[in-house]
């Protein structure tokens, strides 16, 4: 998870105004304001200084009104999603955000001045759920890392749903631990699971 955690730093790229997201193309978006968080990250003095609550304060303003949590954690859950009540989908929505904003945040101040590159981009027309795909670059790395994107269409905005870190997808990598909580102790036992290691990781922060 460390490796996921390192790199979505760069899944931090929907900072622009709601305006400017319908009105652009996704692989526009993404480069453009891709370019603009990495050069904030670069200069803000509190993140280089570790400061969690500053990281995420950027993830909360600028990333989350841009992702489709409610999917992301429907598809983490898999076929188990459906069993789930209304109110049950609410929190597991809820505690899931909460840890993907903390793992964001911590990705944000283990930036180390990683590069990225856009690949080359199709789409049809009305086109509604498309893969948006860059490479990382690591000084010292061989090899670039693959970062993509699935974004979906929701009205005029687009919005991302998934993540996939070198052929593995975020929402699939938390599918198989979510469902062996389940298995152990149903839908609440897996809500339990994530207000635990929420705690944990807001109480590690205020150390």
Request: charged share 25%; hydrophobic share 40%.
């Amino acid at each position: 998870m460390r490796l996921f955690a390192l790199l979505l730093a760069c899944a931090s790229f929907f900072v622009s105004p709601g305006a400017l997201a319908q009105q652009m193309a996704p692989d526009a978006l993404v480069k453009s304001v891709t370019d603009e968080v990495l050069d904030i990250i670069r200069k803000d003095k509190d993140i280089k200084a570790g400061s969690t609550k500053r990281a995420i304060e950027l993830v909360e303003q600028k990333v989350l009104p841009h992702f489709n949590f409610t999917r992301m954690t429907a598809l983490a859950v898999g076929k188990d999603w459906r069993q789930a009540t209304p109110e049950q989908q609410k929190v597991l929505t809820d505690e899931f955000r909460d840890l993907l904003v903390r793992t964001y945040s911590n990705a944000l101040i283990a930036y180390k001045n990683e590069t990225v590159d856009y690949r080359p981009f199709k789409m049809q027309a009305g086109e509604t759920d498309v893969t948006v795909r860059t490479q990382i670059h690591q000084a010292g790395a061989r090899q670039p890392i693959a970062l993509d994107y699935s974004l979906e269409k929701n009205g005029n905005a687009w919005k991302v749903y998934d993540v996939v870190v070198a052929g593995v997808s975020l929402v699939t990598n938390y599918r198989s631990s979510f469902a062996n909580e389940i298995r152990n102790g149903g839908i609440d036992g897996l809500i339990k699971t994530l207000k635990a290691k929420n705690s944990s990781l807001e109480a590690a922060a205020k150390k």
